[in-house]
Structure formats: C-alpha cells, structure tokens
C-alpha cells in the first residue's frame, strides 16, 4: 500500500463514501471529504462540492491526486456532468479515478455505464466498483428499511430471484484498496456478499433476527415503478423497476470472491450484518 497521496471522496457523508473516508484516515492515508454544505467529517478536510455546481469543482480538486467518486443520486444519464468534471480533474493532476457504478450496469450501459466507458480513456489508473445491492438498504434510510420499520413489508418486482447482497463495509475496502494500492486494478470489479438471497429469504432472516415480522410483498413492474414515482421522477422509477424485472429473470443470481481476493477478509453476511446494525 502507498501512503502518499491525498484522496477527494464524493459523497463523503454518503453510505459507502463515509466509510471509504473513515477507512482511508485510519489507515493514515489524507483525506478531501466532499459534500454539499461541506460536512465535518473525523480526520479529513472537508470541502465544498456539488455535482450541479461546477464553481465547487476547482477547489474540491486542489492538491488531490486520486478520487473516489459517487455518480449524482437520482440522475439517470449524469455523464454530462460528470465527464467535464472528470476532464477537469485530469488536468488538475488526479492520476487516479475510482468510480461506484453497479452490478446492474454494463460499461456503456444506461446512467453511470457511459462514464464507465470513458473512464479508461480519461485515466491511466482506474477502477469501477460494480456492487451487488446493498445491504444497508433494509437497515438505513432506504425506502426497504423505512418499510421494514413502518410496516414490516418490503415491496419488489423481483418475485423469487435471488441478489448477492453486499455490506457497504465490504465495497469501502475494496474502495480504499483500489485508491490506494501500489497497482490500480485497471478493470471493473463486481462485489458480492457471501451468498445469493431474494427478498423473501431477506424478510424471513430479518423476522428471525429482529424477532418483528416482515415479509416480501411481490409486485408487478408497472406496480412497482407506480410506487417509486410517488417519491422520485418517473424514468428513475422506471429504470429500478426494470432492474427488479432484471433480478427476477436471474440477473442478480450470483456471488464473487472479490472482496475476499482484494482485501484479505472473507465478505460479511446478512445475517451478521443485520446483528450487528440492530445489537441483536
């Protein structure tokens, strides 16, 4: 591992960005922590930065040489923000760029798959994250957890299929790993949990665990892309709907040994995720 070098972490404050950058400052690596209103966050240097506000870019950038970035939430085609960004960052001696895609999404595929594209062009150092979904969508803030919470339901189109749900945890050290390593990996790496489980198998462990009843309510695509769109535009409802079509048709029905290869450590369960969220 290097220890020179300092790192611009996107979305900082963020599920897998806070954790990169708590990571990144314990191993003693410098940090640029970049959000919004420019966060305290424990061991860094927190900065002002907005994808939509380019007049934040400049300084965000100054003096770091590598960069963990997170696609703008919600934004289904962001490579015109953030292929200038990028080309910016480039010449303001970023050397390295490491980019949080998904398992979902292909290099030119649809949303962050056109900066997955670019990016091997942009810099001779990269690597795109390709997680699975995350664990901490049924313990966070996530639309699932709040359910779980609320209601004791999760609702999906997946029907039976089965995901490789991954701990953000996981996908921070294989970020910090892929910053900061003497090597770049130079490819897309796709990240799995130790198992593949569907939503039904999610409510029944949960249900154990938390000793609440919770269970898997299977909706159709056009129910569940009506859902969604009651909280978030219609063609970003309309590309997670037909990614819960994607994982009942088998997409999703996989399990990597990438976290393990990369990091040393074995990939955390859900189970033991779930314990450790909830004290259980």
């Known amino acids: 591992m290097t220890t020179t070098g300092t790192s611009l972490v996107i979305g900082a404050t963020g599920t897998t960005g806070s954790r990169t950058a708590a990571r990144l400052t314990a191993a003693g690596h410098r940090v640029k922590a970049a959000s919004r209103h420019a966060t305290p966050v424990s061991g860094t240097e927190p900065v002002l930065f907005d994808w939509y506000a380019p007049a934040t870019h400049a300084a965000a950038l100054d003096g770091a040489d590598r960069v963990y970035l997170i696609p703008p939430l919600g934004d289904s085609d962001p490579a015109p923000v953030m292929l200038p960004f990028l080309r910016q960052a480039r010449t303001a001696g970023v050397h390295r760029a490491v980019l949080l895609s998904s398992s979902a999404i292909p290099q030119g595929g649809p949303a962050v798959g056109a900066v997955h594209d670019a990016l091997p062009d942009l ?82 462990i949960t249900t154990e665990v938390t000793g609440r009843p919770v269970v898997h309510r299977r909706l159709s695509h056009e129910h569940m892309r009506d859902h969604l769109t009651a909280r978030i535009p219609v063609e970003f409802a309309t590309m997670l709907a037909d990614m819960d079509r994607a994982i009942a048709e088998g997409a999703e029905n996989r399990v990597t040994d990438t976290v393990q290869r990369l990091t040393g450590q074995p990939a955390r369960t859900f189970r033991a995720l779930l314990e450790r969220e909830t004290g259980s």
Do not use: C, K
């Open 123 to 204: 810099f001779e150092q990269w690597a795109v994250l390709r997680p699975s979904w995350f664990m901490q969508n049924f313990t966070g803030t996530h639309t699932h957890a709040v359910s779980i919470r609320e209601e004791g339901v999760i609702r999906t189109a997946t029907g039976s299929g089965r995901v490789g749900f991954v701990d953000a945890g996981d996908i921070a050290a294989v970020a910090v790993h892929a910053l900061t390593d003497e090597h770049a990996p130079n490819t897309d790496l796709v990240l799995t949990g130790p198992e593949a489980l569907s939503y039904d198998d999610i409510a029944a």
